[in-house]
């Protein structure tokens, strides 16, 4: 009797053991299978300490800028985590993929008639005016009107009075040298004027928004038979879209994606920003254009407090070179023309299906409000990253206070991310997505806006959710709006005048079709162009 007690005691002791050693791993299963997740997005190891940044250059910025990407994905909102489910079980693929290019690719080379620059005339000075992609479209156009008018063009002048106050030289944003060599069958660019010259009597002219080449062979062009130079008093839209002789098309391409190339030391900061990004996996490069100077020039006051309102109205009524004083906020977002804000930026990509992983590079200067309108979109994307993240103090230290140097590196990761989201249809979403479209029709979300904010206000007023109809909604409006190949867009019809010029998409926008052509066509590489 006492050994079958012993046995059955040893029977339950063995039961207990197996148990308790289930329970144990288990537990370390457990463990093993949550950290991982949290592991996903802490910073790689190779990424560069970030410093402190309260007594620094760069303490302009606000605190959401100054944190690190959060060691753990917080919890997403419950809209958010239904549709992270659903990009796992295969719309996630879907969503980084690339529109169809339809073998599209550059057609940039001279047509055989085309000659290298005649004898020169005399010089040709440009003021550059603007931020930096208004200034990159103007000296592009500047190089066809040296062209059409056979002048030497000096090495243009950037702006130092605009609203960013930038002292930066043309050497210090662009390379100086590339420019000249890859222009000498073009045209003649030197870095300045001869010194016999520099005291001579100068033809100041603002040369006449979106002309064509009759206006510059006509009506400029005369300027010669008494000046040996002429200066352009502002560059930015000083010549026509549309209607203008193929090889000067396809020169302004080649001024702008290969003549026209950063500063080597730009290029290189860049690329190596482009690599931090990429060890994330696939990003997207936002331009959230919630800025001050946007916002105060724009009167778009949603989601600001009276404070911060007034604020940008006072901006806006000191600023002299801004016509338009008096702004409706509310219609100005109804119609559209609002850049949208954080928080609608979060809706937007949370209805598109984006998982709260989603790398995203913050593509913008100083966002307005910091941490107060950022906090929402933090909440639902944590991995937001921009250069002051990904770069060290010291390592930025040379582009600080120089907002064209600035912009530049954001311009480099938006051309090279793997998705590009504009905000707002400004000069450097536009610039980028011509960029992206010449380099392969890189995929490029626009949101619309009038549609969008509709469909959020209906969210504020509770009579629409977050879910699955918000999402299909903002899906189905965007199908069509991704960088997909077409030609460019001509006026608006019934517009006249400069409204009609003005009404028509820009020509580095969308360089289709006169530098852009199917791989089959026998013209590729003449001056004629897919119509």
Not at 306 to 323: D, F, G, S, V, Y
Not at 454 to 466: A, P, S, V
């Amino acid at each position: 009797m006492q050994k079958k007690r012993w046995r059955k005691v040893s029977i339950v002791r063995k039961m207990l053991t197996f148990a308790i050693t289930g329970i144990a791993l288990m537990a370390l299963l457990y463990v093993h299978i949550q950290f991982p997740a949290s592991e996903v997005t802490k910073l790689p190891d190779k990424l560069p300490t970030q410093h402190e940044y309260s007594s620094q250059k760069l303490s302009r910025e606000r605190s959401w800028i100054q944190e690190l990407a959060p060691p753990h994905l917080p919890k997403a909102p419950l809209a958010a985590r239904k549709l992270d489910v659903a990009s796992r079980n295969g719309s996630l693929e879907k969503l980084w993929k690339p529109p169809p290019n339809r073998d599209h690719v550059p057609c940039v080379a001279a047509s055989p008639l085309y000659t290298p620059p005649p004898e020169s005339r005399g010089y040709l000075l440009v003021h550059a005016n603007g931020g930096l992609n208004q200034m990159r479209a103007g000296i592009c156009d500047m190089v066809a009107v040296a062209r059409i008018i056979n002048a030497t063009l000096v090495i243009p002048e950037l702006d130092k009075r605009s609203f960013w106050q930038d002292s930066s030289n043309f050497s210090d944003v662009f390379d100086e040298d590339q420019f000249i060599i890859s222009l000498k069958n073009d045209v003649n660019v030197v870095k300045k004027l001869p010194k016999e010259l520099a005291s001579a009597t100068k033809a100041v002219k603002h040369f006449r928004s979106w002309s064509g080449v009759d206006y510059y062979e006509e009506e400029i062009a005369r300027l010669w038979d008494e000046y040996q130079i002429i200066r352009a008093a502002k560059s930015d839209s000083r010549l026509a879209n549309n209607n203008l002789p193929p090889d000067i098309q396809k020169l302004r391409c080649r001024a702008c994606y290969e003549a026209l190339r950063f500063a080597p030391k730009i290029e290189a900061m860049g690329k190596m920003l482009v690599d931090r990004m990429r060890s994330y996996g696939p990003y997207i490069a936002l331009h959230l254009r919630f800025e001050k100077d946007m916002l105060a020039f724009s009167g778009c006051t949603h989601d600001l407090s009276p404070e911060e309102a007034e604020e940008l109205k006072a901006i806006r009524e000191n600023t002299t070179w801004w016509k338009v004083k008096e702004i409706d906020p509310v219609e100005q977002r109804s119609k559209g023309y609002c850049p949208l804000t954080p928080r609608e930026v979060g809706l937007f990509l949370s209805g598109l299906g984006f998982p709260s992983n989603t790398p995203i590079y913050i593509a913008a200067g100083e966002i307005y409000g910091g941490d107060s309108h950022m906090s929402d979109l933090l909440l639902r994307y944590p991995l937001l990253m921009n250069k002051e993240k990904l770069a060290s103090i010291e390592e930025l230290e040379p582009f600080v206070n120089h907002a064209s140097q600035l912009a530049a590196l954001d311009y480099i990761v938006s051309v090279e991310s793997d998705i590009f989201i504009p905000t707002y249809s400004g000069n450097m979403a536009r610039a980028v997505e011509g960029h992206r479209r010449f380099l392969g029709h890189r995929k490029t979300i626009s949101p619309d806006r009038r549609t969008l904010v509709r469909l959020f206000d209906k969210i504020d007023q509770g009579t629409m959710k977050e879910g699955k109809n918000l999402s299909n909604r903002i899906i189905e409006t965007h199908r069509r709006r991704q960088g997909s190949p077409r030609k460019r867009k001509g006026p608006i019809s019934g517009t006249k005048g400069t409204d009609r010029f003005r009404s028509e998409e820009a020509f580095y926008v969308n360089p289709l079709p006169d530098c852009l052509c199917r791989k089959e066509s026998s013209y590729m590489n003449n001056s004629r162009s897919i119509r």
